[in-house]
């Protein structure tokens, strides 16, 4: 069992920076990939970015490559979003899930309860 919680949301003008964390409790996080979506108000969950087991796989939605990273930490069992030049249309929950072999989200078992990222214009 892997247990998720997700920080540093918050309120940020566009053109800021956050780093949003994913904190994870049980002894099997480094064998889980994990992977970060959002929601947006109205709108379908949607694919962020991912990380493999051991940090050496990485994608991202094409939405935010090249202002988003995503990186992890195994012995802090920490998994983070760095979050850079921010737009009013990142504006969402963002999540993290972990999963063994996730392909899609059906796939992720272990869900954290989000965290809100608010950007204004």
């Known amino acids: 069992q892997v247990q998720l919680v997700e920080s540093g949301g918050g309120l940020v003008q566009a053109g800021g920076s956050l780093r949003l964390s994913c904190a994870a409790s049980?002894?099997?996080?480094?064998?889980?990939?994990v992977g970060w979506f959002r929601q947006a108000p109205g709108k379908e969950r949607e694919f962020v970015a991912y990380i493999s087991r051991n940090g050496g796989v990485i994608s991202s939605a094409n939405s935010v490559r090249g202002r988003f990273t995503i990186s992890r930490d195994n012995a802090k069992n920490t998994v983070y979003l760095q979050m850079n030049s921010l737009k009013p249309e990142d504006t969402a929950v963002y999540y993290c899930?972990?999963?063994?072999?996730?392909?899609?989200?059906?796939?992720?078992?272990?869900w954290g309860q989000g965290t809100q990222v608010t950007v204004s214009s």
């Open positions: 049980g002894r099997t996080f480094s064998s889980n990939a």
């Open positions: 899930a972990a999963g063994s072999r996730p392909t899609t989200q059906q796939d992720y078992d272990f």
